[in-house]
């Protein structure tokens, strides 16, 4: 996670930007997070030591950004900033998680694999988040406490995760676009109680 206060600095989004940039371009050379330095890193985004862990408390940290932002361009490419929890939006969004939980498996190396698990929390996060904004937007003639609306985000983003994962390890010979298909109608039906999804 991001330490800065000011994220809005434009100066603190640029040294971000760069220290993203160079973490990315040093993962396709090394294949491993692994083998990469945060001295790397700092020396390839032109900053220093000190600078990174302004931004990062470790290269994990870093990662876990680089991953949020990678699902987070993906959705906004699939889902455009206005969108609502609809039955078509919920698709688009299943499709996205199943996309991009066939990125680790490029990246993630027998010798940094124990690794794999912090990226599959990031992608289980943003989707929680993405859910509950969406809930939250939801008219209702009735009170619902944020408690309702948090827990019902955080077990329908593991309804969709948890197969979007299997799927990821598994042959994959049941296609993406049939196990988002099978996925929406448990999470539709899951939603119910809370709302109405049309």
Same mark, same amino acid.
């Given at each position: ?36 330095? @945060? %001295?790397? @890193?700092? #020396? /390839?985004?032109?900053?220093?030591? &000190? ?20 699902? %987070? ?31 680790? /498996?490029?990246?993630? /190396? ?9 990226? +599959?929390?990031?992608?289980? %996060? ?21 408690? $309702?609306? +948090?827990?019902?985000?955080? #077990?329908?983003?593991? &309804? @969709? ?7 990821? /390890?598994?042959?994959?010979? @049941?296609?993406? +676009?049939?196990?988002?298909?099978? !996925?929406?109608? !448990? ?7 809370? !709302? $109405?999804? #049309?």
């Amino acid at each position: 996670m991001s330490r800065v206060e000011n994220f809005n600095d434009p100066r603190v989004q640029r040294t971000r930007q760069l220290l993203l940039q160079a973490f990315k371009t040093l993962l396709q050379e090394k294949h491993t997070i692994h083998a990469i330095s @945060i %001295q790397e @890193i700092a #020396t /390839r985004a032109t900053v220093n030591r &000190a600078t990174f862990y302004a931004h990062f408390e470790d290269k994990y940290a870093l990662a876990e950004d680089c991953v949020r932002e990678k699902f %987070q361009r993906s959705l906004a490419s699939k889902l455009p900033p206005t969108s609502t929890l609809q039955r078509e939006t919920l698709h688009s969004l299943i499709l996205a998680v199943f996309d991009v939980m066939t990125l680790p /498996r490029r990246y993630y /190396r027998p010798a940094n694999r124990q690794f794999e698990t912090f990226y +599959e929390t990031a992608i289980q %996060q943003e989707i929680k988040d993405f859910l509950l904004r969406w809930l939250q937007q939801v008219p209702s003639v009735l009170p619902r406490p944020v408690e $309702t609306l +948090e827990t019902t985000a955080q #077990t329908i983003s593991w &309804a @969709i995760f948890g197969p979007a994962v299997q799927w990821s /390890r598994g042959d994959q010979s @049941i296609s993406k +676009e049939v196990m988002a298909h099978d !996925v929406l109608a !448990v999470v539709v039906a899951g939603l119910s109680p809370v !709302v $109405t999804v #049309t």
